[in-house]
C-alpha cells in the first residue's frame, strides 16, 4: 500500500501534481482540485466511481487539533475504540470534533484510461423494461462513471472511464470524436475564454448534491422527470444535472456513502443563478416524503436542512450518538492519551512523507 502525507491546508493540485511526478496518483479525484485537502476530507468530496468512495475514505492516518486547541494523532488501525470513534467522526464531520491539520492518504500507481461517451435517453436509467439493469451494468463495469442530463428533455450522456495499458491517441480520441459526437465535456482550449477565466466582477453560483442508495436512482430521476413538465421549471430546461456515482459503506460517520448501501449515487449541479434555484431543485425532493428522508446533501455545498435534523434523519441514531459522544470527549482523549500518539512539541520526520 502506498502513501501520500501532506498539510491539511495544501490543494488537491498541488498533490496531484506531487504524484503525478512520482508516477503516482489517487484512486479517484473530485473535478474541482482548487480546494484544500482538509476540505476535501471534512466535507467528504469525491469523484464518480462504483468502485471509490470520497476523499475521507483514502485516509490512513490524521492529526486533529481538538475541540480545546490540543493536538491528537489518529489511525483507521488504531486498536482503541474511543480513539477509532474520534477517527471516524473527523472524516467528513466539517469540523464538528475539531480542525484537519494533516493527512496521510492511500494512493497508487498512475494509470492510463480509454473514455468513451455514449447518448442515451433518461428513460434507459429509469424503466426496467428498457434495459436499465444492463445499463447500470455496463456503469459499474468501467473504473469512473458519469452522467450529465440536460433536465426537461431525455438527453443523457454517459462518459466512462476504463483502465487501459493502450497509449494515447489525443487527436483519434479526442476532440474531433467529441464535437462530432455533441458530448457536453469539452477539453477546456475549446471552450470560450469567457468561460474559463475568472469573472471581474463577483458573480452568484449555486451548487447542490444530495445523495441516494443505488436502487432510489429510477424513483429520485423520475420525480424530477416528472416536475421538469411543469411551468414552473420551464426558466431551467436544459440546465445539466450531473449523476455521479460512489462505492458505499464509507467509515466517515457522516459520509454521505456511509451505512450499509454497497453503492450510492448523488445528483449534483453547478449553475450561475441565484438560489431560489437551488431552492426549487431541492423542493421536488422535498415533496416526497420517502425521497426527502433518504437524500443525504453534500455538506460542502448549498442545502436548507440545519444540523440536527439531518444528523439524526439522515445518518441514523448510532451514527449520530458515535459523533457526538467523539465530540464530548475529545479532550479527554487528549489528556488520557489515547490518540495514536499526542507529540503536540514533537517534531518527526517519517520516511516517504512528502508534499
Known sequence: LQRVWCEAG???????????????TLPSWPILKEQSIGGAVSTGSHGSSFHHGTIADLVTDLD?????????????ASS???????????????GRVGAITSVTLECQARYRVHRTVHHHSILDLLTPDRGNDGLLSTLQGAEHAMGAWSLGSEDLVLCLLHRTEDPSEPWYNGSSNWFVG????????????????RSATPEEWQSMEYAFPLELLP????????????DAFQDLRHRVLEIKFLQGKSLALLGVNAGEHAVWFAINFYWPLPRSAAVRMEGILRADQRLWTSGRPHPGKWH?????????SRFGE??????LESARHSQRHCHSGEGEGEGEDEEEEEEGKGT
Open 10 to 24: 495544501v490543494q488537491l493540485s498541488t498533490v496531484c501534481r506531487a504524484l503525478d511526478s512520482q508516477g503516482l
Open 64 to 76: 486533529l487539533v481538538t475541540l480545546d486547541g490540543r493536538h491528537v494523532s489518529l489511525s483507521r
Open 80 to 94: 482503541s475504540g474511543a480513539a477509532r470513534s474520534l477517527f471516524r467522526a473527523a472524516l467528513a464531520g466539517c
Open 182 to 197: 455533441r458530448d457536453p465535456f469539452h477539453p477546456k482550449g475549446a471552450l470560450p475564454y469567457s468561460a474559463r477565466c
Open 219 to 230: 424513483e429520485v430521476l423520475g420525480k424530477i422527470h416528472e416536475s421538469f413538465h411543469l
Open 304 to 312: 436548507s436542512q440545519v444540523d440536527q435534523q439531518l444528523l439524526t
Open 318 to 323: 448510532a451514527h449520530v450518538a458515535a459523533l
